[in-house]
């Protein structure tokens, strides 16, 4: 297992930065970003079926392999393909993220670049440490575990917070579009609860991957998830709150007094207590 983890870590981060140059080429000529975001939902199921294939080839099967193997792959592809599928459906082909947009605008002419590192190869970057669960979720064939089926628990809990706060976002910005509701923040279902539960999701998505290949992992391998935590934690939260803050003004703030809790999921009278608290 330890040469096929070996072996495997060089050829799939070969493979992954020729994807990573592939769509940044294509992206010059696009003169937007977007292919970057394929990478991010596409890259993991792709990577399952490259352990699976060099597994199968160099060792016999194993029913505990074999059962493991399937649970992941199902997990991962469920994932994978809601990501997908939200990201096509909101108009993501052709659409650049406003994040790259405002960075192409700072860098003007030199983005060209600048964004095969900052955009490319650094989102990819916490990706691929992520995706390191995989190998010991893949390839380790001894008997499910408690620390399994807790794993498989959260990823799949991940997986239908993540579709359902996304449903309700998209519920709401149809609303608006209708001029059925007035307020430019959302204030129904899980976003009462917290102010980024799409978040949390993606978040608890990683950690219950993690938890999966925990016992055929070694312990670095919580650097994935962990770097994951920080990039939606110190980064993401922080620029979309502030853009919204900057575009939404007053209705913003009142939200985040509404709704103080950022990630944690937390009962909307629970939530209004604390904010009155800490306004």
Known sequence: MVDLVAAGLQWDAAILGGINVTFWIVSLFLGKTWPVD????????LQCLLIIARSSASSSL???LCHRQTIGCVLVATWGYRLTHNFVARGGVGHEDWRYTDMRVKFGGHFWWISLFSVFIGQTIFL???CLSLYGLLLSPTALGATDCIGACICMCAILLEAAADMQMDAFQAARREHKIDSPVINRGLWMWSRHPNYLGEMSWWWGLYCIGAQASPVWVVVGPSLITVLFVGISIK????RQLENKGDAYRAYKRAVPSALLLLPPPLNRAIGRSLY
Do not use: A
């Open 38 to 45: 394929f990478i991010w939902s596409g890259w993991p199921p």
């Open 239 to 242: 620029l979309l709150e502030d």
């Open 62 to 64: 194993d029913v505990g």
């Open 128 to 130: 691929f440490s992520g």
